[in-house]
């Protein structure tokens, strides 16, 4: 081959050489230390649980349902239990004069379950036994059962044969029989009670002279 086309071949060879080089250096090319690496991933440990479970008890319960203490007895430490089959009935307390509605009274009652018991146990009733056995709200008071009349007036009380109703609220006081042995009211069962005036008596012997300890009853 002539030497002048040897050096054309391999000016040739050359040529190629630097175009396929050129061509292999376009585009970015990557420096050491900034590849891309993924994002680390967090874990959730014992703590953090801990955290979120206490946000979640932090956040407002439903509000609980409202519940009415209508017909809650609320009782003293009375002689005897109210049965458990015992029969309730509504009783109205209202102002003897205007008719209105009274709440927030004090009512009390007893059965002849109490008077019997009474009875049986006289020592209960202390000295003045003869007394006491007349005076209703006493006997109530002391033995039987008590409750508070709602917003409308209205107490709920168990009714056996004999029941003895007593009410009172602010310096007014009444009373009313609510056994199953009377035939209901047509208007419901109902206590008017009336300014509770107190009458001052004196008690003398048939010589005008003051008589200490002597039972004073009214009817």
Known sequence: MPTKSI?????????????????QGEGDLALPGQ???????????????ADARAVEATAP?????????????AV??????IPDDAKWIDVHVVDQASGEAVPGATVRWYDETITKALQE????LGPNRS????DQESIAARFGWQTTSDRHGVARVHQTESTEVVARHEGRYGRAQ?????????????VEIAPDQELLVQVLDAAGAPAPGVPVAMG
């Open 121 to 124: 146990r006289p020592a209960l």
């Open 76 to 81: 003293h430490e009375a002689l005897l239990p």
């Open 7 to 23: 050096v054309v071949a391999v000016l040739l060879l050359l040529c190629a050489a630097a175009g396929w080089l050129l061509l």
């Open 61 to 73: 319960a439903t509000p609980a349902a409202e519940t009415s203490a209508r017909d809650a007895v």
């Open 35 to 49: 590849h891309e690496t993924a994002a680390p991933v967090r874990e959730v440990g014992p703590a953090a649980a």
């Open 131 to 134: 007394t006491i056995w007349r």
């Open 178 to 190: 609510a056994g199953a042995n009377l035939l209901p009211p047509r208007g419901g069962y109902r």
